[in-house]
């Protein structure tokens, strides 16, 4: 596949990426990432495979940590939630019932799109995109008062976020929730879905695309992020998202 153009913003809880490439996806591997996806076909065509089956739809959503792949040609809007905030848990309850993939269907919903369509030639303020891709995902999820994580659990997500370029230990991360390792491994999994050491790994992820989007190098966003060198990054890059980084040419 030739290289696509990007337009990415992204923070902890919504990220957005508008990627195009009339060439097209078809190489992209199987992979998984700790996110809700929703993912929009605003020029061409769509598909999404898991070990469910295939689904072909203009909008189709992707549940967090489920294996997948997609085939699609022209300008897509990618659009990942983190699946422990409110908005996440929404989703979760609104779009999935315990599937893999879901097509989304909503009365009136093409209008949300919009913004994100226009904004992939324009020049949006900084912002502009991710809250363009934020009021898709809550279009979603309209009037869901999800709950929040256990505090505790959310308090030591909230601190691994700010630490990413230390190392980070459950044993360590225990004691500042007053929690036994042992309990805090378990409360960790049954709250996120993912070990704490997965975890952090997808925070490093989230922050190492976060500063690649921002203009800086692959060795400078892996440095960011704790990734030992880019080639790190890279191989992490390509074993969550199913291409590699490099496939990609920011705007």
Partial sequence: MSKGRARLEMSQGVSVWLLDAPNGFGDADFHAHHAIQITASLTGALSLTSAEGTLTAPVLAVAADARHRFEAHGLLAFIFVEPESRLGRGLTERLFSGRDLAVVESPGFARHLEPLRA??????????????????????????????????????????????????????????VHLSPSRLRHLFVEQTGLAFRTYVLWLRLVRAVTVYSEGKSLTEAAHAAGFSDSAHFSRIFKRTFGLPATTLTRL
């Fill in 119 to 176: 904004a992939f030639d324009a020049q949006p303020d900084k912002g502009a995109l991710l809250e363009a891709g934020r009021k898709v995902a809550e279009a979603l999820a309209p009037g869901i008062e999800a709950p929040l994580p256990d505090p505790r659990i959310q308090r030591i997500i909230d601190y691994a976020a700010s630490h990413l370029e230390e190392p980070l230990s459950l044993a360590a991360a225990s004691e500042s």
